[in-house]
């Protein structure tokens, strides 16, 4: 059963996809399916013996291009509609123990192309009106398989959180004619006790409202609504920028640092209306609200939407500036 | 540092109480905050040598009637605010070791006593426009306390997640000049596919676009807006109803299944308008989606706020009643 559902007591879209429930699940590594498919081992799911960098449909996906018919009938009070769109999966390296951090600068560089390429490709499509990059590291959120891998999901709406941002950059713009993420890039450049590194026109902060103690954003500090419109000294930014930030995370408390990092960007449903507010940005929540003690989302969070925070954003940042520092040195 | 910062990118306020860092984590059974003071032992936050429930002010509050100054100023861009409001502790029971289900039925009548009174004294508070009794049960969803006890949230203004609740609810009403939750409950009983129990006039179901697996939502089949609109009739059920579920989840696995659970009521600003279309109801949200395996929060549901789920409503809803019949029997 693949099918989304319309919840009215929420506004919101659920997707379901049962069949994921029995999707592979941690393998040992002998048998993982990003790795490349050589002689001595059997096939995997990507049919080369070796790779860079290689994407591919996810196997087990929440949206697909041609979803089956939903398995309830829709109603007026309960809307029901197909699972269209893609789940992509971008494997970074053919390497099944290395983590972003191990990336060089040139493979970082071609995974930002990487995502450009694909991003443009997908939002051509007419059933999807979100692209969203991402990357779930590690156990802690969830990761099923340790070969270093991000995501791709084209969505058929513009999901809660992006829309909620969307809303958020109207009304700014509304009262001051101005791109809200434009704002927070200069008011952040020019006080710089949030900033935790800058690079080639990009910037890396922590917010000053973090929901998660060590989130950290990132955006270009001049307008651009997504990754194709970035030329070449802006992707090297962004490669170099999102090497930096994972450098200070693992050298924070000396282990990989579990994330969800996600690129969010304008809506692909064709609306130019988008462009003058959707400032291209990146996410990153990190679970950790120390090296042993993870920042759960409970009653407050989860059933409030009301994030309560135990770091100060100003502290987070300082921590990820000592970590950097200790990791050039 | 407490405060309240707002979030212009995504029009959400974010609270900081960074000396909740340092709150009591997972102590011995010997040092429990919440169990009686006895003469064998130390004093604890309960000064009475036995009690049956008791409710006081949290140690570590996230909101406080007279909180300290922000530390940061505001500005345009960024606005901030004191942390007021109210943070409250229930302990359910004297007897450490007990859960939710371990509570005989004339304790949990009392339970829903407590919540309603305490929900409609904090109502009466200017500074508070939204009160929310909730329960984190189990280390899964962050519980740093084993003692049976939850907790009510008195918030400063109506939370992201209740607030999108009552923007559904209000445009429902526009549409069709009912309450969304009459409608989904007729619904609901209707079809008793998705019906978990019933008593008293309350209805307990897996909703049609569950978040979670094995999400209940439970709510009077007439419309009532807060706890203490409910007679004693209602009260029982409410009682009744939720011990079953528990007994439900704790019977599906054969373990006390981790939840978050969480009343949502018409907000306490002194609008009447929100009376008809806020409908009292219970989200109860399990971290599960099998025995061994959790649904994990991850980029679509963070940093998308788009919700994959791999069970299917009405199977989750089989599961829940064939656990009942076994507990049961």
């Given at each position: 059963m693949t099918e989304r559902r319309y919840d009215p007591t929420t506004g919101e879209w659920v997707t379901f996809a049962?069949?994921?429930?029995?999707?592979?699940?941690?393998?040992a590594d002998d048998f993982c399916p990003l790795c490349p498919s050589r002689a001595d081992g059997g096939p995997t799911e990507v049919p080369y013996p070796s790779f860079e960098v290689v994407t591919f449909d996810n196997r087990f996906p929440s949206f697909s291009p041609a979803p089956p018919e939903p398995a309830v009938p829709a109603s007026v009070l309960y809307p029901v509609e197909p699972a269209v769109g893609r789940c992509e999966v971008v494997v970074y390296s053919e390497d099944h123990h290395a983590t972003f951090a191990d990336l060089d600068a040139e493979r970082v560089r071609m995974l930002v192309d990487v995502w450009a390429d694909r991003w443009e490709i997908l939002a051509t499509e007419q059933s999807i009106r979100y692209v969203m990059p991402f990357e779930n590291r590690g156990s802690t959120v969830g990761t099923t398989l340790s070969h270093p891998h991000g995501q791709i999901y084209g969505y058929p709406e513009i999901p809660t959180r992006p829309r909620q941002e969307l809303a958020a950059a109207a009304a700014h713009h509304r009262s001051t004619g101005r791109c809200v993420y434009c704002d927070v890039a200069a008011n952040e450049v020019a006080s710089g006790e949030r900033v935790v590194a800058r690079a080639g026109g990009w910037l890396a902060w922590v917010p000053f409202s973090a929901r998660f103690p060590y989130e950290v954003r990132m955006a270009p500090?001049?307008?651009?609504?997504?990754?194709?419109?970035?030329?070449d000294p802006a992707r090297d930014g962004l490669a170099e920028l999102l090497s930096t930030v994972v450098a200070a995370y693992d050298a924070m408390w000396g282990f990989p640092l579990p994330y969800v990092m996600a690129f969010h960007s304008r809506p692909t449903d064709g609306s130019g209306e988008w462009d003058p507010i959707s400032h291209l940005h990146v996410e990153i929540d990190p679970p950790n609200r120390s090296a042993d003690k993870l920042k759960y989302l409970a009653g407050s969070e989860l059933a409030g939407g009301a994030f309560v925070t135990d770091v100060a954003p100003e502290a987070a940042a300082a921590d990820l500036r000592r970590a950097l520092r200790r990791a050039a040195s």
């Open positions: 049962t069949h994921r429930q029995n999707r592979t699940y941690k393998p500090t001049s307008h651009h609504s997504c990754l194709p419109e970035l030329d």
